[in-house]
């Protein structure tokens, strides 16, 4: 990942939610404004937009006995990327019962828009780059809902 000079400018990130064909998405604007143009600019004059359209699939979760994982896709600019969340992030934040794959699969059903939500997030941050979610990606003390 390359670091932007701070003397060109500065980032502005813009969120949007849309529905297409059928499903939810949520889109990201990231402009890049010049160095000394904080107000009154227009859109042409920013020198980069970038745009991810990111959905959810709705197929079915994968339970990897290999790595303890819950496997799931996003289609971020229409590629599909995989996502996973682990069992003990399910565990300690959505309620599953130790080493039981129901458990985590219902666990996992429960919580989807949860834990989707965070995977936009890192989907984002990581510009659309394969998503571990472990215990930590979750605020403590909290049951996902």
């Not at 009154?40 to 709705?58: K, V």
């Amino acid at each position: 990942m390359s670091r932007w000079p701070a003397a060109l400018g500065y980032f502005r990130v813009r969120t949007r939610t849309h529905v297409r064909d059928g499903a939810v998405g949520q889109g990201v604007t990231l402009s890049v404004i010049p160095a000394g143009r904080r107000r009154g600019f227009s859109s042409d004059e920013w020198p980069m937009r970038l745009e991810m359209d990111i959905r959810f699939s709705s197929d079915a979760p994968l339970y990897r006995d290999s790595n303890l994982t819950v496997v799931f896709a996003a289609l971020v600019d229409g590629a599909r990327v995989p996502c996973a969340i682990s069992v003990e992030a399910l565990e300690d934040h959505f309620g599953a019962p130790a080493a039981s794959r129901d458990a985590s699969m219902k666990a996992f059903d429960a919580g989807r828009l949860h834990i989707e939500q965070v995977a936009r997030a890192h989907l984002e941050l990581s510009n659309g780059t394969p998503v571990l979610l472990k215990s930590g990606h979750f605020p403590p003390g909290r049951l996902g809902s």
